[in-house]
């Protein structure tokens, strides 16, 4: 998927023109800031205020940063763990996915109660909400493997540590980034769901004390700078697997 | 495992399959792949097996290698019998199923790494064969960057890096087309020539299993059994003008009226 100037000319474009249309409306139908703030009232908010909200986007950022690399090692571990041992498999399976199920929304009071007001249950519930997709996906990479690399590895006598190393471990990684990218975008939910829940610091307590305030253009800083926080992992995992895996971009063009 | 018959050196390389059958369980009822095979390949023979889809033939190169036992029967490889999966063996399978992630190269070496020999030594190995099959240039490629030709090229270079004694190969070249299939024939013949392996390959195309072969394997249906073993009396080198001899036409016309009869 090459990204050429055309592509960014004409997404600019589309940019410039939704926000020259909704600055538009706001004016041409006097719609109260508390309702719906225009563009330009928002980037003011966003100017005069930006340690504010700089403050506020490094604590989230924090937390997703954290909850996401705890749930990428818990996640890897995990599913190397149920692939290699069909006894823990049965023990832990049913309770993850349980715990998949349960809506983490739920959940987050009790972790504010067990691990404190502080960063670590944000970093708990960034974690929960995004380790599954890891697990599964993960699972998946290290069990796909061709019938015959198998047979390979048995005629060379490759041992269980090779076989992992050298063909299981490798033949995931596609899997893992992918899911990888998944579990960026749901840690900023888990962080945020977190700081909503209780706290004082971070976007989305930023986002309470708007609402309850009826300060509409500070929710949709906090939302923007939320934005750009998801965007910013997300690219550094995309940054990683074109690290990771030089081979890749092979493999679509011979398709 | 049996101790070594006396005089092992002459059985270097020999495959000798006695009265092998193999029964797959499944959910309905088992299913016999093999019956009573019995044949003997001796050393850097070229030997190819024939017969319908399903007959048992990748259940029997399973076998030879030690990754499959059989339900009864044996197998003796230099006179040892194989009771679990040989190193001393190179694989083929009909896809390449190369290390996406590795380079030409670093395939090559993997049997290499696996078996713990020495890197220094077989990196001259690993650079002959590819010179031989026409890799050089490509090593430092990745597989999808080489078409399905070259990459069984390499896959072959991977199943002979650790010098083995045995080369079995499952319908290398049913996934190509024709003509690179017609010119893979060439290329494996040019290696064979050169690292005389006993070679024991399986086909769909009986032309393809006449124009490589010393003697040709022809089995029958389900269960797999021999139907007959066809001495091709064709000189080497093969060349393209092989197939218009007439003893290669005769030999393709019987193996074919043998299948064909078999299948009615
Ligand atoms: N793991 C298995 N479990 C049950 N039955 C099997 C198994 N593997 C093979 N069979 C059966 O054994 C028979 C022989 O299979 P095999 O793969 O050896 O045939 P083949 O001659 O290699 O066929 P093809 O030419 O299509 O590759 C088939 O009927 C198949 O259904
Ligand atoms: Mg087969």
Aim: glycine share 8%; proline share 5%; with cysteine.
């Amino acid at each position: 998927m090459g990204i050429s100037k055309t592509d960014i000319g004409t997404t600019t474009i589309s940019i410039i023109a939704t926000l020259a249309v909704w600055e538009l409306l706001t004016r041409i139908f006097h719609i109260p800031g508390f309702i719906l703030p225009a563009p330009s009232a928002i980037f003011i908010e966003a100017v005069t205020r930006y340690p504010l909200y700089l403050y506020h986007s490094w604590i989230t950022f924090y937390e997703m940063v954290v909850g996401f690399l705890l749930a990428a090692a818990v996640g890897v571990f995990l599913a190397v763990v149920i692939v290699y041992s069909r006894i823990i498999r049965n023990m832990i399976y049913p309770q993850i996915v349980v715990l998949q199920i349960v809506p983490k929304v739920a959940i987050a009071p009790l972790l504010l109660i067990w691990a404190g007001y502080g960063l670590t249950s944000k970093v708990l519930l960034a974690l929960l909400v995004s380790f599954f997709p890891i697990v599964v996906n993960m699972v998946t990479g290290l069990v796909a493997i061709e019938e015959e690399l198998l047979d390979l590895c048995r005629i060379l006598h490759s041992g269980r540590w090779q076989e992992f190393s050298k063909v299981r471990l490798p033949n995931a990684l596609p899997y893992l980034f992918s899911s990888l990218k998944v579990a960026s975008t749901l840690s900023v939910i888990g962080a945020v769901i977190g700081e909503f829940v209780g706290g004082n610091e971070g976007l989305g307590h930023l986002i309470i004390i708007a609402n309850t305030e009826l300060r509409t253009s500070m929710s949709f800083v906090s939302l923007f700078s939320l934005s750009i926080l998801g965007f910013l992992l997300y690219g550094l995992v995309i940054l990683a697997e074109r690290v990771c895996m030089p081979w890749e971009r092979w493999q679509s063009a011979s398709g | 495992m049996e101790t070594s018959a006396p005089g092992e050196e002459r059985h270097r390389g020999t495959i000798e399959v006695r009265s092998l059958s193999k029964v797959y369980p499944s959910q309905d009822g088992p299913v016999q792949a093999l019956s009573e095979v019995s044949f003997a390949v001796a050393d850097a023979e070229f030997v190819t097996i024939v017969g319908h889809s399903g007959c048992g033939k990748s259940t029997l190169l399973r076998i030879i290698a030690g990754l499959l036992l059989p339900s009864s029967g044996s197998v003796t490889v230099r006179g040892r019998g194989v009771s679990g999966p040989l190193s001393d063996v190179g694989m083929v399978f009909q896809r390449p199923v190369l290390l996406k992630w590795r380079t030409i190269f670093d395939n090559v070496m993997l049997p290499i790494e696996m078996l713990h020999l020495p890197r220094q030594e077989n990196r001259e190995r690993a650079l002959d064969l590819l010179k031989l099959a026409g890799l050089v240039d490509f090593r430092h490629h990745y597989p999808a960057q080489l078409s399905g030709g070259m990459q069984q090229r390499a896959a072959i270079c991977r199943a002979l890096i650790h010098d083995p004694s045995l080369l079995l190969m499952d319908e290398p070249f049913g996934a190509l087309d024709l003509m690179t299939r017609e010119e893979m024939n060439f290329e494996l013949l040019r290696i064979w020539s050169q690292r005389r392996k006993t070679t024991l390959l399986v086909t769909h195309s009986i032309s393809e299993a006449v124009f490589l072969a010393d003697r040709v394997i022809v089995m029958t249906p389900r269960p797999g059994m021999i139907a007959d073993i066809i001495d091709v009396k064709l000189p080497r080198p093969r060349m393209p003008e092989t197939k218009l001899d007439p003893r290669f036409t005769e030999c393709v016309r019987m193996i074919g009226r043998k299948i064909g009869l078999l299948y009615i």
